[in-house]
Every structure is written in C-alpha cells, then in structure tokens.
C-alpha cells in the first residue's frame, strides 16, 4: 500500500488558477501509476487524470483536457495537478489515487487500489 496526503486545494475566483500536490509514502512510488479524482456534492466521484509511473504517458478527462495539467517528481514522491481555467462547476474535493495498471482510457474507481483524504477545491464566480 501506497499512503497518499493532497495539499494545495484553496479557494479561487472562477478563470483562476491552482495546483495540487499528493505527497506518497509507502509502496515505491516510482513503480506506481497515479490519477485525479474529484467529486463534487451530491455528485459521484469523477476521474480528472492519470500518469503512467514514468510519467511518459498521461490521459485526462475530456473535460479538463488542455486546462488541467497532470505531471510527478519520482525523486520527490510527490503528484502535481496544475489546473489552469477554472470553473465554478469544477468545485469540488479532489483526490489522488495510486494504480498499479495502465490503460490508455477507461478509468473507474476500482482501478486504483489507494486513496488520499482529499482537497477542497472551491471555485467562485
């Protein structure tokens, strides 16, 4: 098992801009996959990215694609979300998850095996 903390979740004026980090410990980091995942309330908890444990390969969610950035520093076991654009309707808590698989789309819940507590992300319009 991999233990994930996400930190950088804050509130933001809609157009603006964050990044969250995941520190991991634990399991090599360096040999795990990783994503984004955000639920909103009342809403089910949504995939926003992966990165494969390279980081040569990245998939992102439709609707994130070009705003929202995912990358990792291996040497510092530690996960980024950059996220450029925000909306109001992206608030959300976000959490990252760590994967031992790799697929080229298709994320679910269940592929991931460990889970941080989440970040709050709150985007004002």
């Known amino acids: 098992q991999v233990q994930l903390v996400e930190s950088g979740g804050g509130l933001v004026q809609a157009g603006g801009s964050l990044r969250l980090a995941c520190a991991a410990s634990?399991?090599?980091?360096?040999?795990?996959?990783m994503g984004w995942f955000r639920q909103a309330p009342g809403k089910e908890r949504e995939f926003v990215a992966a990165i494969s444990w390279s980081g040569s390969y990245t998939n992102y969610a439709d609707s994130v694609k070009g705003r929202f950035t995912i990358s990792r520093d291996n040497a510092k076991n530690t996960l980024y979300l950059e996220m450029n654009s925000l909306k109001p309707e992206e608030t959300a808590v976000y959490y990252c998850?760590?994967?031992?698989?790799?697929?080229?789309?298709?994320?679910?819940?269940?592929?991931?095996?460990?889970w941080g507590q989440g970040t709050q992300v709150t985007v004002s319009s």
């Open positions: 634990g399991r090599t980091f360096s040999n795990t996959g």
């Open positions: 998850a760590a994967t031992s698989k790799w697929k080229s789309t298709g994320w679910t819940l269940s592929d991931f095996g460990s």
